[in-house]
């Protein structure tokens, strides 16, 4: 053995905060599946939604494998998985929520996820601007999972705001008209 320990405190917190997410994730999803409903046209648009998103992945997977000897790059490889995980995500929920399919067709309570989103963006911009001051975000001039995941997740969660704030105004002014 070489004297270095298993796990990093960092990675021992990255991992018992995944897994406490994930079991809260649970808990809501299957609270929520009991009162979300969708009907067929929804339920046929979410699975076009994950096809172009398991497309999105795996395109980005591709690229990132024939790119990632030849071209070096400033982001560490668990950083670039994540990301490309989230922009999938993002090609999910923008396709869902301009097709009207992100939330079942008797949810109204859309302030209560935009107020959830907003805080996460805050907290996320929040923690991005101390890395930035703290100057923590390259260390040896590569922008590592634990500094670089906030901003990316702040552009995230911005997208995610945007796009369900876009689409709020765009049916209402088509209500107008």
């Given amino acids: 053995m070489s004297g270095r320990s298993f796990m990093s405190s960092y990675q021992i917190g990255l991992l018992f905060g995944f897994t406490i997410g994930l079991i809260v994730a649970l ?22 939604g994950y096809c172009y998103s398991f497309i999105t ?13 030849e071209v070096p790059l400033p982001v560490s490889p668990g950083l670039v998985i994540i990301i490309m995980l989230l ?11 301009f097709h009207d399919a992100y939330w079942g067709y008797k949810y109204t309570n859309v302030v209560k ?7 996460l963006f805050l907290l996320n911009l929040f923690m991005t601007v101390k890395s930035v001051v703290d100057h923590k975000m390259f260390q040896n001039g590569i922008l590592g999972l634990s500094e670089g995941l906030y901003p990316v997740l702040t552009v995230f969660f911005l997208l995610l705001t945007l796009n369900i704030l876009l689409k709020m105004f765009l049916d209402k002014h088509r209500k107008d008209d």
């Fill in 27 to 48: 808990i809501f999803a299957i609270k929520q599946k009991k009162r979300t409903e969708y009907d067929e046209r929804q339920m046929s648009i979410r699975g076009r």
């Fill in 87 to 97: 922009l999938s995500g993002t090609v999910l929920n923008a396709y869902l929520i």
């Fill in 113 to 119: 996820y935009i107020f959830s989103f907003v805080t």
């Fill in 57 to 69: 992945m795996m395109v980005l997977g591709f690229t990132y494998a024939f790119i990632q000897e």
